[in-house]
T-cell receptor
């Protein structure tokens, strides 16, 4: 299995709703990522998990809450979002290198198109 | 702070023509990635360039890396409409493990 899957593909939510985005990979990768992408912009890194531990939080507002239940799954819990949070949310995974060398190639999922009303 | 600059940001070209997209980065890095993104879709990995002088080719696309000049190029040969997409280069932030620094992207439109 050489792909990253994401559900749902589309999500519309109100500002008072609570929802979750899910990501799964079975490539044995031990680094997983959440990105946010606005139209005509590059992806912006939000969170990185390495060996199921949060290693990078790019000063993301607390209304976004990541979770990594195991090495194959990554969730992003959403609560009290704002309309400006509407975007394409991409999950990615990559191999890791324990000896401090740089990260490997990242493989991206198809994304969740989120609309906040 | 590592910065990655792509140019041009938008490229409209005719089918059959050749062109090059440039990716400059500001500090030392030994890995560079090229991705393709179709509208509303995810990013597809095209090339991983791991060392100075690396050259990779796939179909009508060829990517190269010059780490001394901190420059990568993505050359398009005899463009076809199917190559229309946005192309991003990204550099491995060596001092920021697990962090890719993306360029702004080059939106390529191939006209018949």
């Amino acid at each position: 299995d050489t792909e990253v899957t994401q559900t749902p593909k589309h999500l519309v939510m109100g500002m008072t709703n609570k929802k979750s985005l899910k990501c799964e990979q079975h490539m044995g990768h031990r680094a997983m990522y959440w990105y946010k992408q606005k139209a005509k912009k590059p992806p912006e890194l939000m969170f990185v998990y390495s060996y199921e531990k949060l290693s990078i939080n790019e000063s993301v507002p607390s209304r976004f809450s990541p979770e990594c239940p195991n090495s194959s799954l990554l969730n992003l819990h959403l609560h009290a979002l704002q309309p400006e949070d509407s975007a394409l949310y991409l999950c990615a995974s990559s191999p890791t290198f324990r000896t401090g060398a740089s990260v490997g190639e990242q493989f991206f999922g198809p994304g969740t198109r989120l609309t906040v009303l | 702070e590592l910065k990655v600059e792509q140019n041009p940001l938008f490229l409209s070209m005719q089918e059959g023509k050749n062109y090059t997209i440039y990716c400059n980065y500001s500090t030392t890095s030994d890995r560079l990635y090229w991705y393709r993104q179709d509208p509303g879709k995810s990013l597809e990995s095209l090339f991983v360039l791991l060392s100075n002088g690396a050259v990779k080719q796939e179909g009508r696309l060829m990517a190269s890396l010059d780490t001394k000049a901190r420059l990568s190029t993505l050359h398009i040969t005899a463009a076809v409409h199917d190559l229309s997409a946005t192309y991003f280069c990204a550099v491995d932030g060596k001092d920021s493990s697990y962090k890719l620094i993306f360029g702004s992207g080059t939106r390529l439109l191939v006209r018949p």
